[in-house]
């Protein structure tokens, strides 16, 4: 049971886009903030950005002004638009809730290089 699925990554130049989803289950998604994360090959899973439920966001400082995090609350998805990629964003991306994650879905792998 897959309850967390990733899509939406790819190969892409640096300072390209990408838009990432989630779709989740209504049960996971209604009433909780989620986030997008995103773990790099040798590093430790690190927060991307959050979005509470009505919209409220954070986002970590190395994406700040680049990324945008957003919800639906009708189709139980979240979506990362990635703008201004950089090399140093490549990285399998994930989403969970913010709190209390439940078992982490395949990801979606973004690569940005020239």
């Known amino acids: 049971q897959v309850q967390l699925v990733e899509s939406g990554g790819g190969s892409v130049q640096p300072g390209g886009s990408l838009r990432l989803s989630c779709a989740a289950s209504g049960s996971i998604f209604r009433g909780n903030a989620m986030g997008w994360y995103r773990q790099a090959p040798g590093k430790q899973r690190e927060l991307v950005a959050t979005?509470?439920?009505?919209?409220?966001?954070n986002y970590a400082d190395s994406v700040k002004g680049r990324f945008t995090i957003s919800r639906d609350n009708n189709k139980n998805t979240v979506t990362l638009q990635m703008n201004s990629l950089k090399p140093e964003d490549t990285a399998v991306y994930y989403c969970n809730r913010a709190t209390r994650w439940i078992t982490w879905g395949p990801g979606t792998q973004v690569t940005v290089s020239s």
């Open positions: 979005i509470a439920t009505f919209g409220t966001t």
